[in-house]
């Protein structure tokens, strides 16, 4: 049974900076598609960042350059570095993975395609005020 769990979510003032965490029980894996979405109220669930088999990254053009996504294998997590944070990041961040995606189709889910991944955690709150 694979389980995504999220943490370190808060309150943070504009230019400050969280890590979030996704802690990932129940397989251990190389070659997954694991990335983070975000969804604020009355917003439509956009794609933050993903990395594929350990290196590939993509992240989206409004977090580019102040957001890094890293995974830890030893520990089975991943990671969400967010820096200069601003009021319009606030939204509940969700962890997400696949073991079944080719490089591009994880890309392309993360990029606005259609999401139909395997995992997903319950989320944690991210306010930027």
């Known amino acids: 049974h694979v389980q995504l769990v999220e943490s370190g979510g808060g309150l943070v003032q504009p230019g400050g900076s969280l890590r979030l965490s996704c802690a990932i029980s129940?397989?251990?894996?190389?070659?997954?598609?694991m990335g983070w979405f975000r969804q604020a109220p009355g917003n439509e669930r956009e794609g933050v960042a993903v990395?594929?088999?350990?290196?590939?990254?993509y992240y989206n053009d409004a977090v580019q350059g102040r957001f890094t996504i890293s995974q830890d294998n030893d520990k089975n997590a991943v990671y969400l570095q967010m820096n200069s944070l601003k009021p319009e990041d606030t939204a509940m961040y969700y962890c997400?993975?696949?073991?079944?995606?080719?490089?591009?189709?994880?890309?392309?889910?993360?990029?606005?395609?259609?999401?139909?991944?395997?995992?997903w955690g319950q989320g944690t709150q991210v306010t930027v005020s």
């Open positions: 997400a993975a696949d073991s079944r995606r080719s490089g591009a189709n994880c890309f392309y889910q993360f990029s606005g395609g259609k999401v139909d991944l395997d995992y």
């Open positions: 129940g397989y251990t894996y190389s070659g997954y598609c």
């Open positions: 990395i594929y088999a350990g290196s590939a990254t």
